[in-house]
C-alpha cells in the first residue's frame, strides 16, 4: 500500500503552490487585473498614439467627453486622457513596485538580523524606532533638496526624480515590515525544527534562507502589498508638494490632483486615474492575500 | 439669462435702497465668510490680509481709500491736500482735522492724542509691527489741539496718505492699549482679540481662527447704519468650498477670495443666488527673466549672480521672442475667467500710472518669434530644437505649486517648443519657493532657473517703491543673503536715475510719466519682465445682499456700514 504513494513522482513545491493559488477566486482575479493594467500601461502606447497637436489646436477640443477621437475625452488644455492616463501608469506602477522592493528587501533583512541574532536586535529595533519617530515629509524635503540637482545632471531630470523617489519611498517605508518580519522570526526560531537544524550544526545562514525565511513570506508578502499602495500614494504627495516628478511628466496621483477642481463639472477625470490606483492596490492586495494561502504548507490542501 | 436677471435684481435694489435701511440694525444678520480665517483682530500684529480685513470692520483709519484708488475721509474731516494747505509745500508734513464729536464704541471722545499714541505703538522699538512700512519716514507726530493732528516726515514725502490711511493702519484707543507698548504687544489678548474701535461694528465674541461674531456699533457717526444688526465673520474651508456656501447653498452672504477656475466660475454664476465680483488692482502674474547665468557648474556663489551673464537670456531678441510666442488671452481663459486680464504692464493700475499704450504683446506672433530666434543665430537643428555654437536652445523654467501655475507652464512649454525652444519645468512648493531661505536654492529670490513665474504686486496707490525694487544696488546674491528685490538681476544706470528723480518729484503728473517710462523700460524695451496676467480679486455676493462695491485697494470690508439686504 506504501508503495504506490512512494512511486507516485512528488509535485514540485512551485507547482503545489501554483495550484492552491489558483484555488482563490479572488487572487486569479487580481492576477487577471494587474495583468491587464500592466498591459495596458506598457503595449497600450503601441496600440494608441495620441494626435500631436499645437496649443492653439488643442485648446480648441479642452474638456471633450469621451469619443472616438479621444477615448477617454481630453483635459482643461485639450490633452488626450488616454494617452495621459497610459504615460502616468507606467511611471505610477513602476514606483510603486521598485519603491515597494526596496523596501521590502530593506524590511526583512533588518527584521531578520534582529530576530535571529540576539546583540544585533536591540540597536536595529532601536533604528527602526529612530526612522518611525523621523518627520517623513521634511526628511523627503531634504534627500530631494541634496541630491535632486547632482542625479539630474548624471541621469537626466526625469530618470534622476524617478531614481530619487523611488530610493526615498523605499528608505522610509521598510520599517513596519522589519517590525512584522521580526516578531515572526523570534516565533520561528523557538520551534523543534529550527532547534533541530541548530543541534545538527547548521551555521545561521542555511538555517534562516531555508528553514526561516520561507516561514515570514506570508506577513512579507501583506506588507508589501500594502507597500505598494502606500508607496503610489506617496509619490502623489510628494508630486504635490513639488518634489517629486517635474509638472510636465504625469503620474495617477497627479492627474487626480488635477482633477480635483474639474471634479464636479467633469468627474471622469478623477474617476480614471482613481480607479486605476484603486484597482492596482486591490488587485495586489488580493494576490498577496492568495500567495499567502497558497505559501503556507498548513493551508496548503485545505 | 439667470445672471442677466440676478443682475438687474441688484441694479433694481440698488434704486430703491435708502428707503430700505434708514434704520441702524433694521436688516438683522449677515453672514461673511473668510475661509483664512482671522487669528486676530489687530492688524498691528498680523500682515495676513484675513486679519487686516476683519479687523477694519473695527478699526477705522484717518482716511481710506475707494474703489478707484481716491483718498477719502473717514475719521478725518477731509483729506489734506497741498491745494487746501493740509499738506506742506515742502511735503515734509501732513495735517489732519479730526471730525468734531466722533466717539469709540465705548462713549468715549476719538481725540488726537489716539493717532500719537496709535504711531507710538507701532514704531516703538520692542515691539515688531507688522504695519511698520506705513510709518516709515515719520519723525514725529504732533497733537496741538485735540482734534488736530500732524504728521512729520523725515524728508519730502510726495505720497504723504501713509500714516493713518487704509485698513492696515487704523487708528487704536490709547485707553485700551495703553499697557501694550512693546514687547508687551502679543500678549494683551483681550484688547488684540477686541480692540474698541470706531468702525460700524463691534466684536461681542472672538474665537481664534473660527469665528468672530459682531454687533452694530451704537456709537456710530453716522446714526442710519449699519444697517445689519449683527454680523458673524466665519472661517475655514477652502476658496471653492467658499464660492459654493455663497453661489449653490446660500448659506453665506459674502465670501472673500473665491479663485477658482473659469469652468466652474460660470457653472455657479449659473445658479442665480449670488454673483461674482471682480476687481482690478496691482498684481499682475509675469514671466521673469534671470539676467544671470544660473547653470549648476558653476561655483556655488556665482550661480545666478552678476559675475556671470546669462548665455541665452542676454540677448534680447531670446527674451522678445520668448514673449511674442505667448498668447495672454488663452492663459486668461484658462486661468482666471473674469478675475483676470491680458496685459503687457508691470503696473497695470492706478489708472493715472498705468501705461495704455503699451499693449504689443497682447497679439500672439508666433512666426515673428521664430523669425527673430533665427536673427539672433539661432537655428533649427535635426531634432527641431535649435542651437547656436553647439549650444542647445534650453530653458528651466520654474514656478510654485499652483494648479493654475502648472497649466500656464504646460501651455507656455507648447508655445516655446514651437518655436524650437526645449523647455525643462520645475514646481517648487509655496512656502519654499517664497520662504525666503537663504540655505535652500529654490527660492524665487536664488533664481536657479532661466525664467520663474510668480505674480507680485505693489501696497497702496504709489508705485514709487515698487518701480525702485530694479535697480542695480538691490539684486539679490550671496552678499546680501539673497535679501535683494530686484529678481531678474536687471542693472542700468539710467533706470536708477528714473527712480532717484521719481523719489524727488512731487508733481503728480510728472511722476506718472516717470512710472510710465520705468515700466516700459522693463517690459517692452528690454523684455526683462514679461507680464502675462493682470490678476484681480473674485469675491462672491448673495444676491440679497446690496450695496457690496469690491475695493482692491483698500479691504474689501471697507464700506461694510452700506450693506444692506436686498428686500
Redesign the interface.
Known amino acids: 500500500m506504501t508503495d504506490t504513494a512512494a512511486l507516485d513522482k512528488p509535485e514540485s513545491q512551485l507547482a503545489a503552490v501554483w495550484r492552491q493559488f489558483r484555488q482563490h477566486k479572488g487572487a486569479v482575479f487580481g492576477l487577471c487585473v494587474l495583468g491587464l493594467l500592466v498591459a495596458f500601461v506598457l503595449l497600450g502606447p503601441y496600440l494608441w498614439q495620441a494626435e500631436e497637436l ?3 489646436e ?2 480648441k477640443v479642452k ?1 471633450k467627453p469621451p469619443s472616438l477621437r479621444f477615448p477617454l475625452g481630453t483635459d ?2 485639450g ?1 488626450d486622457m488616454l494617452d495621459r492616463m497610459m504615460s502616468a501608469g507606467q511611471v505610477s506602477l513602476a514606483v510603486g513596485f521598485v519603491a515597494m522592493l526596496i523596501a521590502i528587501f530593506f524590511g526583512t533583512f533588518i527584521g531578520v538580523m534582529a530576530g535571529y541574532f540576539k546583540r544585533l536586535d536591540g540597536p536595529l529595533m532601536r533604528l527602526t524606532d529612530m526612522f518611525l519617530a523621523l518627520p517623513l515629509i521634511p526628511l523627503l ?1 531634504v534627500m530631494v ?1 541634496l541630491f535632486r ?1 547632482r542625479l539630474a ?1 548624471v541621469v537626466g ?1 526625469e530618470m534622476g526624480a524617478f531614481l530619487l523617489i523611488v530610493f526615498a519611498i523605499g528608505a522610509t517605508s521598510w520599517m513596519h515590515a522589519a517590525r512584522i518580519v521580526r516578531g515572526e522570526v523570534l516565533a520561528l526560531k523557538e520551534r523543534e525544527y529550527v532547534l533541530a537544524a541548530r543541534s545538527i550544526g547548521a551555521p545561521p545562514r542555511r538555517i534562516i534562507l531555508r528553514h526561516i525565511l520561507p516561514n515570514v513570506v506570508s506577513p512579507v508578502m501583506v506588507a508589501a502589498t500594502l507597500g505598494i499602495a502606500e508607496a503610489i500614494i506617496t509619490e502623489s504627495v510628494l508630486s ?4 517629486g516628478f ?3 511628466f504625469p503620474t495617477w496621483g497627479r492627474l487626480l ?2 482633477g480635483l ?2 471634479m ?2 467633469y468627474p471622469e477625470r478623477v474617476i480614471w486615474p482613481g480607479l486605476a490606483i484603486s484597482l492596482t492596490v486591490l488587485s495586489v492586495n488580493y494576490i498577496g492575500d492568495g500567495l499567502r494561502d497558497a505559501l503556507d504548507p498548513k493551508a496548503r490542501g485545505r | 439669462m439667470k445672471l442677466k436677471t440676478a443682475l438687474l435684481g441688484a441694479a433694481c435694489a440698488f434704486a430703491f435702497a435708502p428707503a430700505a435701511f434708514a434704520e441702524r440694525g433694521a436688516d438683522g444678520h449677515v453672514n461673511v465668510l473668510y475661509w483664512q480665517a482671522p487669528s486676530t483682530l489687530n492688524p498691528y500684529l498680523s500682515s495676513g490680509t484675513k486679519d487686516v480685513e476683519t479687523s477694519s470692520l473695527v478699526l477705522e483709519g484717518l482716511a481710506g481709500f475707494n474703489e478707484k484708488g481716491e483718498v477719502i475721509a473717514r475719521l478725518a474731516e477731509s483729506v489734506p491736500t497741498v491745494e487746501n494747505g493740509g499738506v506742506a509745500a515742502d511735503l515734509t508734513s501732513i495735517t489732519w482735522k479730526l471730525q468734531p464729536g466722533l466717539l469709540w464704541s465705548d462713549g468715549t471722545p476719538v481725540t488726537s492724542a489716539d493717532a500719537k499714541f496709535t504711531w507710538e505703538y507701532c514704531t516703538h522699538p520692542e515691539g515688531g509691527c507688522a504695519q511698520a512700512a506705513r510709518y516709515e519716514g515719520v519723525t514725529a507726530v504732533e497733537t496741538p489741539d485735540e482734534l488736530t493732528i500732524v504728521v512729520k516726515f523725515a524728508a519730502p514725502k510726495p505720497n504723504p496718505y501713509m500714516a493713518f490711511v487704509g485698513g492696515t493702519s487704523p487708528l487704536l484707543q490709547a485707553a485700551q492699549f495703553a499697557n501694550c507698548l512693546g514687547a508687551a504687544a502679543s500678549t494683551c489678548t483681550d484688547q488684540n482679540f477686541m480692540p474698541i474701535g470706531t468702525g460700524p461694528f463691534v466684536v461681542k465674541e472672538f474665537k481664534t481662527n473660527d469665528t468672530v461674531s459682531l454687533e452694530a456699533n451704537p456709537n456710530y457717526r453716522d446714526p442710519a447704519k449699519p444697517a445689519f444688526a449683527t454680523m458673524t465673520v466665519k472661517g475655514g474651508g477652502d476658496a471653492e468650498a467658499a464660492a459654493r456656501a455663497v453661489m449653490e447653498t446660500g448659506e453665506f452672504d459674502y465670501a472673500w477670495n473665491t479663485q477658482i477656475n473659469p469652468e466652474l466660475q460660470a457653472a455657479m454664476a449659473g445658479g442665480g443666488k449670488g454673483v461674482f465680483l471682480n476687481g482690478f488692482g496691482t498684481l499682475v502674474e509675469r514671466i521673469e527673466m534671470n539676467m544671470t547665468d544660473p547653470s549648476a557648474d558653476l561655483a556655488e556663489g556665482e550661480r545666478s549672480t552678476t559675475k556671470h551673464p546669462h548665455p541665452i537670456l542676454s540677448d534680447i531678441k531670446v527674451r522678445t521672442a520668448l514673449s511674442m510666442a505667448i498668447d495672454r488671452q488663452v492663459l486668461v481663459d484658462v486661468g482666471y475667467g473674469a478675475a483676470g486680464r491680458p496685459t503687457c504692464n508691470l503696473v497695470p493700475a492706478p489708472e493715472m500710472f498705468a501705461d495704455t499704450t503699451n499693449t504689443g504683446c497682447l497679439t500672439q506672433d508666433i512666426e515673428g518669434a521664430k523669425a527673430l530666434l533665427e536673427e539672433a543665430g539661432w537655428v533649427a537643428g535635426a531634432d527641431g530644437i535649435r542651437e547656436k555654437d553647439g549650444k542647445k536652445l534650453h530653458l528651466l523654467y520654474q514656478t510654485s505649486t499652483n494648479p493654475v501655475r502648472q497649466d500656464f507652464q504646460a501651455l507656455v512649454k507648447g508655445w516655446w517648443e514651437e518655436i524650437g525652444v526645449s523647455v525643462e519645468l520645475k514646481n517648487i512648493d509655496a512656502s519654499v519657493f517664497f520662504g525666503g531661505d537663504a540655505g535652500s536654492p529654490d527660492t524665487f529670490q536664488k533664481f536657479y532657473a532661466d525664467v520663474e513665474m510668480y505674480a507680485n504686486n505693489f501696497d497702496g496707490t504709489d508705485p514709487e517703491p515698487y518701480l525702485a525694487q530694479y535697480m542695480c544696488d538691490k539684486i539679490p546674491g550671496p552678499e546680501n543673503q539673497w535679501q535683494g528685490e530686484n529678481i531678474n538681476r536687471f542693472c542700468d544706470p539710467a533706470y536708477d536715475a528714473l527712480v532717484k528723480e521719481m523719489s524727488a518729484t512731487a508733481d503728480l503728473a510728472k511722476r506718472s510719466e516717470l512710472a510710465k517710462t520705468m515700466n516700459g523700460m522693463l517690459t517692452r524695451d528690454t523684455m526683462t519682465v514679461v507680464p502675462l496676467v493682470d490678476r484681480g480679486r473674485l469675491s462672491a455676493a448673495s444676491v440679497t445682499l446690496g450695496g457690496v462695491v469690491l475695493n482692491t485697494w483698500d479691504t474689501e470690508l471697507w464700506n461694510a456700514q452700506d450693506w444692506f439686504r436686498v428686500k
Open positions: 499645437k496649443v492653439s488643442a485648446l474638456n482643461q488644455l490633452r524635503l533638496m540637482d545632471k531630470p504635490f508638494l513639488g518634489l517635474p509638472p510636465d490632483h488635477d477642481s474639474y464636479q463639472l
